[in-house]
């Protein structure tokens, strides 16, 4: 029993430690001494943002981590030079400096990409862009999550410079034929969203800064990423175009592809989906507001969804594209999808029928399925999470006003989606992991919740932060916290930890 309260009054000691939350932990949570001994900690890699292709939000089916010992879980914090609002991925037991290493990766918002190790927190490299200088502590940054290459040696990352760097796991020193540009104006063209990587090429999709000034277009960028060249673009606006445009060319401006979860890449097809924001709208070359699906080389849009108040929505500031289409699971043979927005609602769309029809693109509004509150009715500028649990299918959505978790149910010609629990706290891009609901409040807490029934395992005090999200691997919760809004040039790491690793 000395360990035991050893272990609690440990993990109470962190409250101090972030923005005036104080930990609240369900007993159940909580191990005992011999409990905490026999934990074995599985390890693997979690190489991308929301761990798939597909963007499931959904990770490993072991982490070491339970409902038994999560409880348990204790807090380090790295100092970082710059702010992650982003995500981290992580690798497995890499050679780094000569040794075998568990590396995080990630980047910051001038586009720093570090690689840590998770163990110590110790910083093992670091790649610095060489422009750094003339836009560190400026507006112009990037929000993206790197990917690391299937090979697990190389780790593709963003800079506000519009580039796209591959790094050698091993230093962090930049590949040969890199980086690669997907922008003619990175000073009005953002790289906000996570990059993808689809069979040969690296996925990546620009938006605009905040405030919105013109001019710049959403594209859809694919590299190959053995040659390191531009392969494909598709571009939101002036869409009869396909290469990179220089924004003041085209006489349209905005359509920006920026959500947490884009490019998604559908599984089975490899098509690419992702949604755009404010902008036009003509169904022939202007694409604002809408769900768009491209072939999988990137090249062609075969189908849209706009919806009917497309025309309000880019009058308003309420874009469509503030989150990219989450897919579920086959359900009656219908492959179905739930896109967000920062008009408060969940619309259920069919993949095979964007539009309500099986025609390809055009200027058609409408024909969703389903059309639900999301949570509190807020604006959701987050990725959800789509888990299949013993015949059912969830989906996990977190906003400013909380964490809503709803189940698909209905008729292969009737499919709807339904409130099966409401959370008041609220979160960011929630993720799936060992069977464990892990939800950061920006506010400053890390949330964990039995996902199935709703029930908050623990609430432990975090950085606050904005679009910064969790990963859970080998026996921690990987957290960078802050706001890229701040333009600092320091940040933080929050790792969780049991206590003995």
Not at 124 to 144: N, V
Not at 198 to 221: E, K, L
């Amino acid at each position: 029993m000395k360990r035991l309260a050893i272990l609690t009054a440990g993990l109470l000691a962190v409250a101090g430690c972030g923005g005036g939350h104080t930990a609240t932990i369900d007993p159940t949570a909580v191990p005992t001494a011999a409990s905490l001994a026999k934990t074995k900690i599985p390890t693997g890699d979690w190489m991308r943002f929301d761990f798939d292709a597909q963007r499931s939000g959904v990770g490993p089916p072991a982490t070491g981590l339970t409902a038994h010992n999560v409880g348990a879980l204790r807090l380090r914090k790295v100092k970082l030079p710059g702010t992650v609002d982003s995500s981290a991925i992580e690798l497995h037991a890499v050679t780094i400096g000569g040794r075998v290493h568990d590396a995080v990766f990630m980047t910051t918002t001038y586009g720093r990409t570090l690689a840590i190790d998770p163990g110590s927190g110790r910083i093992l490299w670091e790649f610095t862009p060489r422009d750094i200088k003339s836009y560190e502590g400026s507006a112009q940054i990037t929000t993206a999550t790197p990917i690391a290459d299937p090979d697990r040696t190389s780790i593709y990352a963003a800079s506000p410079d519009g580039l796209i760097h591959k790094l050698s796991v091993s230093d962090g020193r930049e590949e040969a034929g890199w980086p690669v540009s997907v922008t003619r104006d990175a000073t009005h063209e953002k790289i906000a969203s996570p990059l993808n990587i689809s069979g040969g090429s690296v996925v990546v999709v620009t938006g605009g800064y905040i405030g919105d000034a013109p001019p710049y277009q959403g594209h859809v960028v694919m590299i190959d990423r053995s040659a390191g060249r531009i392969t494909a673009v598709w571009n939101s606006l002036c869409s009869d175009r396909h290469g990179l445009i220089v924004p003041r060319t085209c006489s349209a401006s905005d359509a920006a592809i920026w959500g947490r979860n884009a490019a998604v890449i559908e599984p089975g097809t490899g098509r690419i989906l992702v949604a755009t924001g404010n902008a036009p709208f003509n169904g022939s070359t202007d694409w604002g507001d809408s769900v768009l699906e491209l072939n999988p080389d990137g090249s062609q849009l075969l189908h849209n969804w706009t919806p009917t108040n497309q025309a309000q929505l880019n009058s308003s500031d309420a874009d469509l594209g503030s989150t990219a289409p989450a897919i579920l699971p086959s359900f009656h043979g219908r492959r179905l999808a739930v896109q967000g927005g920062k008009a408060g609602v969940l619309d259920l769309l069919d993949l095979d029928r964007l539009n309500g029809t099986t025609g390809g693109p055009s200027g058609r509004l409408g024909g969703q399925i389903q059309e639900l509150q999301s949570p509190g009715g807020d604006q959701v500028f987050t990725a959800p999470a789509v888990w299949a649990h013993s015949g059912r299918t969830w989906v996990f959505v977190g906003d400013g006003a909380g964490t809503w978790a709803y189940v698909l149910g209905g008729s292969g010609a009737h499919p709807r989606l339904s409130v099966a629990w409401r959370s008041r706290s609220g979160g960011t891009s929630p993720v799936i992991a060992d069977g464990l609901l892990y939800v950061y409040d920006p506010g400053g807490a890390l949330d964990v919740y039995l996902p199935a029934k709703g029930r908050r395992l623990v609430s432990l005090p975090a950085g606050s932060g904005h679009w910064n999200s969790p990963i859970v691997i080998g026996g921690r919760v990987i957290l960078p916290v802050g706001n890229a809004n701040d333009h600092a040039t320091s940040g933080t790491l929050d790792i969780f930890h049991l206590p003995r690793h």
